[in-house]
T-cell receptor, first 113, second 117 residues
Framework: DADVTQTPRNRITKTGKRIMLECSQT?????MYWYRQDPGLGLRLIYY???????NKGEISDGYSVSRQAQAKFSLSLESAIPNQTALYFC????????????FGDGTRLSIL | AQTVTQSQPEMSVQEAETVTLSCTYD???????LFWYKQPPSRQMILVIR??????QNATENRFSVNFQKAAKSFSLKISDSQLGDAAMYFC??????????????FGKGTLLTVNP
C-alpha cells in the first residue's frame, strides 16, 4: 500500500461545485502539504500543516481551504470550483528534521468544466 | 524569496549515454537543501537525490550524481548510463534551513527528459 494516498485519482466537475480532495498517510509524519502543478509552472504550495492544530497558507491559497482531521489526514477543499483551478494536485508529508525530504502521493487530476 | 530556474525545458539522450540537467537558484541564505525529483508519466513525484549546502562533497545515488557549485548557485544532475526508465520530467527544488522558510519546497519548472533507444 502507498504511504501517502490521495483520493480521488481523477475528478471532473463543473464550475461552482464544492470539491474535496483527500489525503491520508501511514508514514507517521507530522507535516503535511498541498501543492498544485500546472504545465510549465512546476509545483506551487497551497497550504501546509505542521500538526493538527497548526495550519498555514502557502503562496496560492486563495479559493482553497483545508482541514487537518487527524495526524494522518489532510483534506483540501475548493468551495466553489472555477476552471482555472484545473490542475494536478499533490499531497506531501515530511518529518520535522532538517534533512527530511517531502514524500508525495500520486496526485489528483482535477478538471473543472 | 528564493527562485529556482531550470533553463532546459526539454532534453534528450541516447540509451547508455550520459546527460546533465541544469538548475540554478537564487538565495541570500547560507544554509539550505537542494533536491531533484523525478516525475515519470505515472505522475508520481519520486525523490532522486538531495544535497545539503554545508556539504562540499557532491551527492551520488547509483547512476545519479550532482555537481553542486555553491558560489555559482548551481545544482546540476548527471545521469550516467541512461536507461529507458529514466524518461521523465525532472524538477529541481530548494528548501531553506530552519529559521528560514524551511517548510516550503520551491520548485523549478521542470526539464522533460527523453531517452532514445
Amino acid at each position: 500500500d502507498a504511504d501517502v494516498t490521495q483520493t480521488p485519482r481523477n475528478r471532473i466537475t463543473k464550475t461552482g461545485k464544492r470539491i474535496m480532495l483527500e489525503c491520508s498517510q501511514t508514514k507517521g509524519h507530522d507535516r503535511m502539504y498541498w501543492y498544485r502543478q500546472d504545465p510549465g509552472l512546476g509545483l506551487r504550495l497551497i497550504y501546509y500543516s505542521f500538526d493538527v492544530k497548526d495550519i498555514n497558507k502557502g503562496e496560492i491559497s486563495d479559493g482553497y481551504s483545508v482541514s487537518r482531521q487527524a495526524q494522518a489526514k489532510f483534506s483540501l477543499s475548493l468551495e466553489s470550483a472555477i476552471p482555472n483551478q484545473t490542475a494536478l494536485y499533490f499531497c506531501a508529508t515530511s518529518e520535522e528534521g532538517q534533512r527530511s525530504p517531502q514524500h508525495f502521493g500520486d496526485g489528483t487530476r482535477l478538471s473543472i468544466l | 524569496a528564493q527562485t529556482v530556474t531550470q533553463s532546459q525545458p526539454e532534453m534528450s539522450v541516447q540509451e547508455a549515454e550520459t546527460v546533465t540537467l541544469s538548475c540554478t537558484y537564487d538565495t541570500s541564505e547560507s544554509d539550505y537543501y537542494l533536491f531533484w525529483y523525478k516525475q515519470p508519466p505515472s505522475r508520481q513525484m519520486i525523490l532522486v537525490i538531495r544535497q545539503e549546502a554545508y556539504k562540499q562533497q557532491n551527492a551520488t545515488e547509483n547512476r545519479f550524481s550532482v555537481n553542486f557549485q555553491k558560489a555559482a548557485k548551481s545544482f546540476s544532475l548527471k545521469i550516467s548510463d541512461s536507461q529507458l526508465g529514466d524518461a521523465a520530467m525532472y524538477f529541481c527544488a530548494y528548501r531553506s534551513s530552519p529559521g528560514g522558510s524551511n517548510y516550503k519546497l520551491t520548485f523549478g519548472k521542470g526539464t522533460l527528459l527523453t531517452v532514445n533507444p
